[in-house]
């Protein structure tokens, strides 16, 4: 499973910088309130200024991207898209069954599931932010650069609520066996 360490690591690494970066531009800009909107305090920011937070944050993009590029031809070449994702059975389990382990892997396919498009419109909106002048469709499908602005930032309280989720669902169905291989 090192294949499994890999991906894992990198994700939560690139999360990190894309989250204190994130957080250093939205400091230059704030999401909510213009200039003189809430701040974050700069011990949880990376960059130091608006250009060195988004120089880290594209940089960590991309390797947050390529990994989940590289993930997505992993489970499709091994075929582990057939037990990782959601299916009929699933459904089926979270109405019948009475087995809580059967339960928490649906609960976990489905959490797993439903954070692709969520991680597919951040990378969407973020290029239409990077790339205005490139992309500007995608800025126009969203009506406005703040609407834009907004859609992008809102995918990161979901990404940690997915994170958590999918930890204590990860620990539920293997314990700390399964929570440690997949990173050590």
């Known amino acids: 499973m090192l294949a499994a360490k ?5 994700n939560i690494v690139s999360i990190f910088v894309m ?15 213009g200039r003189g909107g809430l701040h ?6 990376l960059g130091g200024w608006l ?23 992993y ?20 109405q019948k069954t009475q087995n809580p382990k059967r339960l928490v892997y649906a609960w976990h396919r489905i959490v797993y599931t439903s954070i692709i498009p969520i991680l597919l419109l951040s990378i969407f909106t973020g290029m239409g932010m990077y790339k205005p002048a490139q992309f500007p469709w995608i800025v126009e499908c969203f009506g406005s650069w703040q609407a834009l ?14 994170v958590l989720i ?14 440690e291989s997949m990173f050590w």
Do not use: C
């Not at 940089?59 to 991207?65: G, P, T, V």
């Open 6 to 10: 890999i991906f894992h690591w990198v």
């Open 19 to 33: 989250l204190t970066s994130g957080l250093q531009i939205y400091n230059a800009n704030p999401v909510f309130g």
């Open 40 to 45: 974050i305090f700069p011990l949880f920011t």
């Open 51 to 73: 250009a060195g937070g988004r120089h880290w944050h594209f940089a960590a993009m991309w390797a947050f991207s390529l990994n989940l590029f590289w993930y997505g031809i």
């Open 75 to 94: 489970v499709f070449v091994t075929r582990r898209w057939q037990h990782k994702f959601v299916g009929a059975n699933d459904i089926k389990a979270l």
């Open 149 to 162: 602005r907004i859609v992008h930032f809102s995918s990161v309280p979901i990404v940690i609520i997915f």
């Open 166 to 179: 999918h930890s204590f669902l990860g620990w539920k169905a293997g314990g700390e066996k399964l929570t």
